[in-house]
């Protein structure tokens, strides 16, 4: 029977879940509209109430990678609150380091960020209260300080047999031959669920990544004048193009590298997977490593490219596990 979940965990969860739910969705939007007129309105003036002597053109780009890197901080607090609700402890510190930051972030932005600050500190103290310690602990296989140590049982003599004909008096009779107990036929473990889901979304991500990269890959490289063309000629590309402050030809050559190295990377996304099929230890490793390159992909490719960052982080997560440590360890 399992342990029942405190208050505290299910509350800090939510909360922590629902907090980067909301916050992937506005940076979401955020970056769907970069660019905009809009947008370099309010940055200019921002930066004119700080008294800051900085364009908005040079300011851009920094800042739209302080966005990318936000909305993966969001949606990995998101899959953390998640797992930490299953009692995963690595999540259970990934949501808390995340909330953390939330927190102080907020409280640098001002009377604004007061509210969700408190609230992040909320989920924080939630998580680490004494019945979500305890509950950690259970769960993950360890007696809670507060439990003390579990008393130790040691087994009484069993029952003797009684004695049988020709067996002297006060003797112990031998137990009788048992077959099934002097099999030597070995069962090899079940596969851990955390291992299935791992595997399964890797692999699968891996194949659409590898199929769908190689097609568009192929038509960049050898359709790479029609492609500069529409770029000039469509009006929702040519924004586009303004709104990254390149050439179409440049663009097209950054995509093409891109797509390059998601190809890449979705190729040994497949060959960690297959690899890690076998239990090999190094395997785990491998498919982890793949996994984070994934990731950093895929922040890259964002929109396109959300799917499967949520998707690495819910290999890595599932890797991270006592389940699946232990599975691949005993190859």
């Not at 364009?55 to 609150?81: C, E, K, N, Q, Y």
């Not at 989920?123 to 209260?129: A, G, I, R, T």
């Not at 979705?266 to 490793?285: D, E, K, M, Q």
């Not at 491998?286 to 982080?313: C, F, R, Y």
């Amino acid at each position: 029977m399992s342990t029942p979940r405190p208050r505290s965990v299910t509350l800090g969860c939510v909360y922590g879940g629902l907090g980067g739910l909301l916050s992937t969705i506005l940076l979401f939007e955020v970056l769907q509209g970069w660019g905009s007129l809009e947008m370099q309105e309010a940055i200019d003036a921002s930066l004119t109430q700080l008294g800051a002597d900085v364009g908005v053109d040079a300011l851009l780009p920094t800042l739209r990678w302080v966005v990318m890197g936000l909305l993966v901080a969001s949606i990995a607090a998101t899959v953390f609150a998640f797992y930490a609700a299953r009692g995963h402890q690595a999540s259970r510190i990934g949501l808390s380091l995340l909330s953390g930051f939330a927190a102080v972030t907020f409280v640098l932005s001002g009377v604004a960020g007061l509210l969700p600050a408190l609230l992040a500190g909320l989920v924080v103290y939630l998580l680490w209260s004494a019945p979500a310690r305890e509950w950690f602990a259970v769960v993950n296989g360890r007696t809670p300080v507060s439990l003390g140590a579990a008393p130790t049982v040691r087994p009484g003599p069993g029952p003797t047999a009684p004695p049988g004909p020709g067996t002297a008096p006060g003797t112990v009779a031998p137990p009788p031959y048992d077959p099934v107990q002097h099999a030597h036929h070995v069962v090899a473990p079940a596969r851990p669920r955390p291992v299935t889901l791992a595997l399964s979304v890797a692999g699968i991500g891996s194949a659409l990544g590898t199929a769908a990269c190689g097609l568009v890959l192929a038509a960049l490289v050898l359709f790479r004048d029609d492609v500069v063309r529409q770029y000039g000629e469509n009006d929702m590309l040519a924004r586009q193009v303004e709104n990254a402050g390149m050439t179409p030809a440049q663009l097209v050559d950054v995509g093409t590298w891109l797509f390059a190295a998601w190809f890449a990377v979705s190729v040994l996304g497949l060959l960690a997977t297959l690899w890690a099929l076998g239990r090999r230890p190094a395997a785990r490793w491998a498919l982890l490593a793949v996994s984070v390159l994934t990731a950093g992909v895929a922040v890259l490719g964002v929109p396109i490219g959300l799917l499967w960052l949520v998707g690495s982080i819910v290999v890595i997560v599932q890797l991270m596990r006592p389940e699946a440590k232990e599975w691949f360890g005993r190859a």
